[in-house]
Structure formats: C-alpha cells, structure tokens
C-alpha cells in the first residue's frame, strides 16, 4: 500500500526530481549561472547542470503546473521557466495609462 503524505496539498512533485529546466528569469539573465541550465532536486530546489549550484526553488505553483501538463499532454521536450509577465496586453505591451470604469449606475 503506498505511503501517503499527510502534508501534501499539491499534486505529487516528487514525479520532478530530475527534470531538467532552462531558466529564463531577469534573475538569470543578469546574473546567469553556465548555460542556465538547472535540475530539480528533494524539496524542488534546483542546481546548476554543470558546477552544481544553487538557482533557487521551484515554486509549487509551478511544479502544480509541469505536472498537470504533463499529466495531460504527455513530457515535454523542455522546459523554460519564466518570471510571469505583467503585461496588458496579448502582444506584452504595457498600458499607458489605467482603464476606465464606469459606476455601475452608468449606461
């Protein structure tokens, strides 16, 4: 029978160990590490590929999401790991000024 871990809330990551990642990250372009190139290890902290050091965590936001990925399309070739983007609009350009509202009374 197998053990189940009474303080998971996410899906398994232990399936991530492993997995290689690139790292695209403002974080890595400005300080990057060899080729940016790190693998999850216990915990979701991830290594350098090449000298071995540390990059950081892997967010469970983000390990939720490789796993539901690949639960549904299968692994992917790579894996790109990117700071989410702030942008309005689809193109990533930044609004230049606030939305407008209307009160809800207005027509």
Known sequence: MPQ????????CSSS???TKVRL????????GCCANVAIIGKAMSM???TCGAFRGWL???AATFIIET???FGAPESIVLRTPSRAVG??????????TR??????
């Open 24 to 31: 695209d990250r403002p974080t890595d372009r400005e300080h």
């Open 4 to 11: 189940l871990d009474a303080f998971a809330t996410e899906p």
């Open 102 to 107: 209307r009160p809800p009374w207005s027509i």
């Open 90 to 99: 689809a193109g990533g350009e930044e609004s230049s000024r606030a939305p």
């Open 16 to 18: 991530l160990i492993g």
């Open 47 to 49: 290594t350098c590929t």
């Open 70 to 72: 690949r639960a549904r």
């Open 59 to 61: 967010s469970a936001e």
